[in-house]
Structures are given as structure tokens and as C-alpha cells.
């Protein structure tokens, strides 16, 4: 974002990325045995 030539699309990109996945960090947090398994090491599913 720092270097970005135009952050304030940068951080709608990201965004963009963010919020369709938004519930399932939130799911991760408050019930991490029913949050999708990503595949990513350390994920004991």
C-alpha cells in the first residue's frame, strides 16, 4: 500500500479479495471446528 502508484484502488482490490471471505475468518475465530479447512500447514484437518 506504501508504494502502491494508486493505493486507494489497491485497498479497493484488496477489499475486493477480503469480503467474500470475511464469515469464515470470523467463523475461524469464534469456532475454529466448524471453519473450512484452507489447506495451509499447520491445519490439522
Same mark, same amino acid.
Given at each position: 500500500?506504501?508504494w502502491? @502508484?494508486?493505493?486507494? !484502488?489497491?485497498?479497493? @482490490?484488496?477489499?475486493?479479495?477480503w469480503?467474500?471471505?470475511?464469515?469464515? +475468518?470470523?467463523?475461524?475465530?469464534? !469456532? $475454529?471446528?466448524s471453519? $473450512?479447512? +484452507?489447506?495451509? $500447514?499447520?491445519? $490439522?484437518?
Amino acid at each position: 500500500m506504501d508504494w502502491a @502508484d494508486d493505493p486507494v !484502488d489497491r485497498l479497493g @482490490d484488496l477489499l475486493g479479495v477480503w469480503l467474500p471471505q470475511h464469515d469464515d +475468518y470470523a467463523r475461524r475465530g469464534l !469456532d $475454529p471446528a466448524s471453519s $473450512p479447512s +484452507y489447506g495451509v $500447514p499447520g491445519d $490439522p484437518r
